[in-house]
């Protein structure tokens, strides 16, 4: 696995997103080995506890938008495009979102908990990872932001089910619509965050929870899990997920995510309306 690092000590697993020129951002490849090593932990029985972080300084950034805009991995993508479908860039979303949304999937059911340690900035898709786990740590750096509107796109990665469960549907209206970027401490108030430690000693913080964690029950835990999942109703989280899937993807083929991608390589504000009206 050339950019996820999974490593193992004692009953802790730490996968580590490790592609800082692309921001921690997820290719095909990336995301296929993300699930793979989520899948590992979740099913490994000796892991009793899972940390997901990215470099110091860095978490995630969600989907590879240099990728999208390539076309994304054409040997991979015959069984996403549908004959003559006229698609552009839903289809290289696809490719990249169904191994993640997998990959969340598994981290919801996992008998164990998961931990994000989020030490940098954690947005779209990163913000969406970190948010399906069951405890975020941040370092006093982090930031967590909505970010898909950005570049006119709907939110995926478990974002719009998690979001309104954590911290109520007009809290989340606010981040989502108004797209406000949280300090660490803000979103720690806001209910996304568990605990905020500072940057010197975030690793040692983290890594002594997680031990924590893996000492304890991992019966109890499991069953405590499982009870709060369906409380929850995260027995809806696999469709929802089809359905992020299936909205970005449609979303992804219209003319603002075309304004969105030109104006974020281009480094300058989307002009989402003046786009629209191009194409009227």
């Not at 996403?80 to 290289?92: Q, T």
């Not at 031990?211 to 304890?216: H, K, M, P, T, V």
Request: hydrophobic share 50%.
């Amino acid at each position: 696995m050339t950019h996820i690092h999974l490593e193992r000590a004692g009953g802790v697993a730490v996968i580590t997103i490790d592609r800082p020129a692309r921001f921690n951002s997820l290719d095909v490849r990336t995301a296929q080995d993300f699930r793979r090593a989520g899948l590992q932990c979740a099913r490994d029985a000796a892991v009793r506890a899972v940390v997901l972080r990215g470099l110091p300084g860095m978490f995630c950034s969600g989907a590879d938008l240099k990728f999208i805009r390539g076309g994304g991995d054409a040997a991979d993508l015959g069984y996403l495009r549908p004959p003559a479908d006229g698609s552009r860039f839903g289809e290289s979303f696809k490719q990249i979102l169904e191994y993640i949304h997998s990959a969340i999937s598994e981290i919801r059911r996992a008998p164990k908990p998961f931990v994000a340690a989020v030490d940098g900035v954690a947005a779209a898709g990163g913000f969406g990872i970190a948010m399906s786990c069951d405890l975020v740590l941040a370092s006093s750096r982090a930031s967590f932001e909505w970010a898909y509107a950005k570049t006119g796109l709907s939110g995926a990665e478990s974002a719009t089910f998690m979001l309104p469960r954590l911290v109520g549907l007009r809290r989340a209206m606010e981040l989502v619509l108004l797209n406000t970027r949280l300090t660490a401490e803000q979103a720690r108030e806001s209910g996304l965050v568990t605990a905020v430690f500072d940057v010197d000693v975030f690793e040692a913080e983290t890594m002594a929870l997680a031990a924590r964690l893996a000492d304890g029950p991992p019966r109890a835990f499991a069953a405590a899990k499982e009870l709060l999942n369906q409380a929850a109703g995260m027995d809806q989280l696999d469709a929802h997920l089809d359905r992020e899937l299936r909205e970005l993807a449609r979303v992804a083929d219209g003319e603002e995510f075309a304004e969105g991608m030109a104006a974020f390589f281009d480094k300058r504000p989307p002009r989402f309306a003046a786009a629209a009206a191009g194409r009227r």
